[in-house]
């Protein structure tokens, strides 16, 4: 066992976090003390100098270490203690994962002996907690971009850190390249020559090519001077070389990690199942192995709640001794207050078995672990720009994936990791993982750089460029929308109030729709309901009562409105049962309801939360908020015409072939319309396992289309004719190829803009 000289911690449960439990006063001395020694025993601990000294010298760092070395928790700390934040200036700090930036903040506040919100807080979308006096902010980096819209300079910051670079999402990506032009701007202004040469705060020279670039996209805000801003780029992965090298050779400092052995065990044949395969191991390490808690990982919510409950009934069947096995999971849609139980020990004499996503990789630490249980998998988005299609698909993970998550066995001494496939299967994953920026859809990322005035989104300076294919996907999709003008600028006031709300662009349309369809109300509450896990809560064991207590509230016109009705019936309910009754209560009484309803009450309230945000904005925005009340039809003409894109007609023998891509997809059974088959629908995600899924259906008329969304008629497989020669001559067409095939006016607008 390390002893804590050797910078190890000893596993017991006083070097575990205990954050969510109030501690009397006389604890609480003690706990100050402890998280004093734990923070001094942290290897960043013993760079605290030369990192600070670093950053005063580099206007751009890179800073590379092992998870848990301390990085996110301290860095922010050692910048504050130094000084970076005079003037009332906040250190930001990014973070790709809103669990992250939740549970880091919170834990730092603690560190700091702060109230969190007051020097320290974190800002996520629909969820802020800071205030005039936070001076460490963690926020996730699509925040971050956000906030670039309303003040281009980022002027409250001296500092920010992009963290966990390395898993390089599309908004790390973009903010890196918006950061980078931020950053020269500043300089410029503050040494006053906007048009002349300039220096860096170390004194080298801008040169003029650069400064132009930059200041090109921030022309349109006031003038002003503003502190030159520090970039700390922080990275798990060993190779800070590509970030170096985007950086105009930034430098890179290496923290010297701490990693204890840790044993690699490999099954002999490929498992057909890997959850059950998941469940045997955990149960094996439970009753064969040492003390030491387990770290699964699982590849989403729908997973972990899955082998969450499996776990609960096989423990029933164990002798009572061997029972003590508590199970704890963490993803990103989970309430930050159940996030925060990860964190807490385990009563004593259990076992904790932490059932987690991806999160769990390098994003975040949790003391105590030995085991790792590696399946192999992890959920991931893929795009298709040929046919515009985004989804989730469960993919291998990388080798760098499977070596940071075994990695997590030996934080505190040694560990054992027991990756479910054969070894020779290790040898076949990818090196890395491919960036995110090459794999998902841009609309959303090409609709917040138009409304940075960044028109030329082909000669942004990217880390790695997006496909050709894709950027014309994604602009063309834009104009369909709407959003953007025949000169490919953002359109007034379309564009431009899609720019302002925080969701996918095609969710963002369907509000400022539904306004005119005099809808608003139903279309916040189905955006709401869309923007979170599903809201029905479907246990295999009571899967017949689940589905009756559905049919409760299902609609024969589909998915939408049965998601409504849900809503509805928790307002209704919420007004006549609770009144008179404080939060806490009402709260209670709700769960019951939603017990009994087979609904998921965590769900129903993050969906009740982002309503009340997104109405606030809509409100702001100055749209029409009304209802359609009971008449359904107006609300049905609107999901029309603003998911056309995603219209898809019934084949004779029950598949569906979507208009826009001319793929064959099917009804996803969870639907209340997998039944019923209706011959024209809309729908809002496709799910690929081993079928094209489609789920959140509407039935819609056909004609519909044509009168409601004319621009459908622009896609270029508006036709089946159409469709059939785009199949057929689709791999051989690349992104430029695929210009011939626009009809006139899509063809015109995007040559004119590529
Ligand atoms: O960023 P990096 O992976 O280098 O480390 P970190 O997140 O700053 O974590 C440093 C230490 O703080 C780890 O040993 C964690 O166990 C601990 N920590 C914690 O106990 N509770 C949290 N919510 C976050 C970190
Ligand atoms: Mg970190």
Same mark, same amino acid.
């Given at each position: 066992?390390?002893?804590?000289?050797?910078?190890?911690?000893?596993?017991?449960?006083?070097?575990?976090?205990?954050?969510?439990?109030?501690?009397?006063?006389?604890?609480?001395?003690?706990?100050?003390?402890?998280? #004093?020694?734990?923070?001094?025993?942290?290897?960043? /601990?013993?760079?605290?100098?030369?990192?600070?000294?670093?950053?005063?010298?580099?206007?751009?760092?890179?800073?590379?270490?092992?998870?848990?070395?301390?990085?996110?928790?301290?860095?922010?700390?050692?910048?504050?203690?130094?000084?970076?934040?005079?003037?009332?200036?906040?250190?930001?700090?990014?973070?790709?994962?809103?669990?992250?930036?939740?549970?880091? /903040?919170?834990?730092?506040?603690?560190?700091?002996?702060?109230?969190?919100?007051?020097?320290?807080?974190?800002?996520?979308?629909?969820?802020?907690?800071?205030?005039?006096?936070?001076?460490?902010?963690?926020?996730?980096?699509?925040?971050?971009?956000?906030?670039?819209?309303?003040?281009?300079?980022?002027?409250?910051?001296?500092?920010?850190?992009?963290?966990?670079?390395?898993?390089?999402?599309?908004?790390?990506?973009?903010?890196?390249?918006?950061?980078?032009?931020?950053?020269?701007?500043?300089?410029?202004?503050?040494?006053?020559?906007?048009?002349?040469?300039?220096?860096?705060?170390?004194?080298?020279?801008?040169?003029?090519?650069?400064?132009?670039?930059?200041?090109?996209?921030?022309?349109?805000?006031?003038?002003?001077?503003?502190?030159?801003?520090?970039?700390?780029?922080?990275?798990?992965?060993?190779?800070?070389?590509?970030?170096?090298?985007?950086?105009?050779?930034?430098?890179?400092?290496?923290?010297?990690?701490?990693?204890?052995?840790?044993?690699?065990?490999?099954?002999?044949?490929?498992?057909?199942?890997?959850?059950?395969?998941?469940?045997?191991?955990?149960?094996?390490?439970?009753?064969?192995?040492?003390?030491?808690?387990?770290?699964?990982?699982?590849?989403?919510?729908?997973?972990?709640?899955?082998?969450?409950?499996?776990?609960?009934?096989?423990?029933?069947?164990?002798?009572?001794?061997?029972?003590?096995?508590?199970?704890?999971?963490?993803?990103?849609?989970?309430?930050?207050?159940?996030?925060?139980? /990860?964190?807490?020990?385990?009563?004593?004499?259990?076992?904790?078995?932490?059932?987690?996503?991806?999160?769990?990789?390098?994003?975040?630490?949790?003391?105590?672990?030995?085991?790792?249980?590696?399946?192999?998998?992890?959920?991931?988005?893929?795009?298709?720009?040929?046919?515009?299609?985004?989804?989730?698909?469960?993919?291998?993970?990388?080798?760098?994936?499977?070596?940071?998550?075994?990695?997590?066995?030996?934080?505190?001494?040694?560990?054992?990791?027991?990756?479910?496939?054969?070894?020779?299967?290790?040898?076949?994953?990818?090196?890395?993982?491919?960036?995110?920026?090459?794999?998902?859809?841009?609309? +959303?990322?090409?609709?917040?750089?138009?409304?940075?005035?960044?028109?030329?989104?082909?000669?942004?300076?990217?880390?790695?460029?997006?496909?050709?294919?894709?950027?014309?996907?994604?602009?063309?999709?834009?104009?369909?929308?709407?959003?953007?003008?025949?000169?490919?600028?953002?359109?007034?006031?379309?564009?431009?109030?899609?720019?302002?709300?925080?969701?996918?662009?095609?969710?963002?349309?369907?509000?400022?729709?539904?306004?005119?369809?005099?809808?608003?109300?139903?279309?916040?509450?189905?955006?709401?309901?869309?923007?979170?896990?599903?809201?029905?809560?479907?246990?295999?064991?009571?899967?017949?009562?689940?589905?009756?207590?559905?049919?409760?509230?299902?609609?024969?016109?589909?998915?939408?409105?049965?998601?409504?009705?849900?809503?509805?019936?928790?307002?209704?309910?919420?007004?006549?049962?609770?009144?008179?009754?404080?939060?806490?209560?009402?709260?209670?009484?709700?769960?019951?309801?939603?017990?009994?309803?087979?609904?998921?009450?965590?769900?129903?309230?993050?969906?009740?939360?982002?309503?009340?945000?997104?109405?606030?904005?809509?409100?702001?925005?100055?749209?029409?908020?009304?209802?359609?009340?009971?008449?359904?039809?107006?609300?049905?003409?609107?999901?029309?015409?603003?998911?056309?894109?995603?219209?898809?007609?019934?084949?004779?023998?029950?598949?569906?072939?979507?208009?826009?891509?001319?793929?064959?997809?099917?009804?996803?059974?969870?639907?209340?319309?997998?039944? #019923?088959?209706?011959?024209?629908?809309?729908?809002?995600?496709?799910?690929?396992?081993?079928?094209?899924?489609?789920?959140?259906?509407?039935?819609?008329?056909?004609?519909?289309?044509?009168?409601? #969304?004319?621009?459908? +008629?622009?896609?270029?497989?508006?036709?089946?004719?159409?469709?059939?020669?785009?199949?057929?001559?689709?791999?051989?067409?690349?992104?430029?190829?695929?210009?011939?095939?626009?009809?006139?006016?899509?063809?015109?607008?995007?040559?004119?803009?590529?």
């Amino acid at each position: 066992m390390p002893s804590m000289a050797q910078g190890g911690l000893r596993k017991s449960t006083e070097n575990h976090n205990q954050l969510n439990r109030n501690f009397p006063n006389h604890d609480s001395f003690s706990r100050k003390q402890k998280i #004093a020694q734990h923070r001094k025993s942290l290897p960043i /601990a013993s760079v605290e100098k030369r990192l600070v000294d670093e950053v005063r010298k580099n206007d751009i760092l890179i800073i590379v270490g092992e998870t848990g070395s301390g990085k996110t928790t301290q860095l922010p700390q050692f910048l504050f203690n130094a000084g970076f934040c005079r003037e009332g200036k906040t250190i930001g700090i990014t973070q790709p994962r809103r669990v992250a930036a939740v549970t880091v /903040a919170k834990r730092v506040a603690e560190e700091c002996g702060v109230q969190l919100g007051q020097r320290v807080g974190y800002s996520i979308r629909f969820e802020d907690t800071t205030s005039g006096s936070t001076r460490i902010k963690y926020m996730t980096d699509g925040l971050l971009l956000r906030e670039a819209l309303l003040d281009p300079y980022l002027s409250r910051y001296s500092v920010i850190i992009v963290d966990e670079a390395h898993e390089r999402t599309v908004h790390t990506d973009v903010l890196l390249g918006l950061l980078k032009d931020v950053q020269k701007a500043r300089s410029k202004t503050f040494n006053g020559h906007l048009n002349s040469e300039s220096k860096t705060t170390d004194g080298t020279m801008l040169d003029k090519d650069n400064g132009a670039a930059a200041i090109s996209f921030l022309k349109q805000s006031q003038g002003g001077k503003f502190p030159p801003l520090k970039l700390v780029i922080m990275s798990a992965s060993l190779d800070a070389r590509g970030f170096s090298e985007y950086f105009g050779g930034a430098k890179a400092v290496h923290i010297q990690g701490r990693q204890f052995p840790v044993d690699i065990f490999y099954t002999h044949h490929a498992e057909p199942d890997y959850l059950d395969a998941t469940l045997i191991t955990i149960f094996q390490i439970h009753l064969e192995e040492g003390p030491g808690d387990i770290l699964v990982f699982l590849t989403g919510q729908e997973e972990i709640e899955s082998v969450e409950r499996l776990i609960k009934e096989r423990l029933q069947r164990l002798p009572e001794g061997s029972q003590k096995l508590l199970t704890v999971p963490i993803f990103s849609a989970l309430p930050s207050e159940k996030q925060m139980r /990860a964190f807490a020990p385990a009563p004593t004499g259990f076992r904790k078995v932490i059932l987690a996503t991806n999160i769990a990789e390098t994003s975040i630490t949790i003391p105590g672990i030995r085991y790792v249980i590696d399946p192999g998998f992890v959920k991931a988005r893929s795009y298709d720009p040929l046919k515009g299609m985004e989804s989730l698909i469960i993919v291998p993970t990388s080798k760098a994936q499977a070596l940071q998550r075994s990695g997590r066995a030996g934080r505190e001494g040694p560990g054992k990791c027991f990756r479910l496939y054969p070894e020779g299967e290790f040898e076949k994953l990818e090196d890395s993982t491919k960036p995110e920026i090459k794999r998902c859809n841009l609309s +959303n990322v090409i609709l917040q750089l138009k409304a940075l005035g960044v028109d030329d989104i082909l000669g942004f300076d990217f880390m790695e460029k997006p496909s050709r294919a894709s950027i014309v996907k994604s602009l063309e999709q834009l104009y369909l929308l709407g959003a953007l003008t025949d000169e490919c600028k953002l359109s007034n006031p379309v564009g431009q109030q899609m720019a302002r709300l925080p969701l996918d662009p095609v969710y963002s349309k369907a509000l400022i729709l539904a306004s005119q369809f005099n809808c608003l109300e139903e279309m916040l509450i189905t955006v709401a309901l869309l923007s979170v896990e599903s809201i029905f809560y479907t246990p295999r064991e009571k899967f017949e009562e689940a589905r009756t207590a559905m049919k409760c509230f299902s609609s024969p016109e589909g998915d939408h409105l049965t998601l409504i009705n849900v809503y509805r019936a928790s307002d209704e309910f919420l007004e006549k049962r609770t009144m008179g009754l404080n939060k806490e209560k009402s709260e209670k009484i709700l769960r019951k309801w939603c017990k009994e309803n087979f609904i998921n009450s965590r769900s129903l309230r993050h969906a009740r939360d982002i309503h009340s945000q997104i109405r606030g904005h809509v409100e702001q925005m100055g749209l029409c908020i009304a209802s359609c009340g009971d008449d359904m039809l107006p609300f049905r003409r609107c999901l029309a015409a603003s998911f056309f894109i995603n219209a898809a007609l019934k084949q004779p023998e029950g598949t569906y072939r979507a208009l826009a891509s001319g793929q064959v997809v099917q009804i996803h059974p969870s639907s209340v319309l997998f039944q #019923a088959k209706p011959e024209c629908i809309i729908f809002n995600e496709l799910v690929q396992t081993n079928h094209k899924y489609i789920r959140n259906i509407t039935r819609i008329d056909y004609l519909w289309l044509s009168e409601l #969304a004319p621009q459908s +008629n622009l896609m270029v497989t508006g036709s089946f004719v159409w469709q059939w020669l785009f199949n057929l001559v689709q791999p051989l067409v690349s992104g430029c190829c695929l210009m011939a095939m626009y009809n006139d006016s899509m063809r015109s607008f995007l040559s004119r803009h590529l």
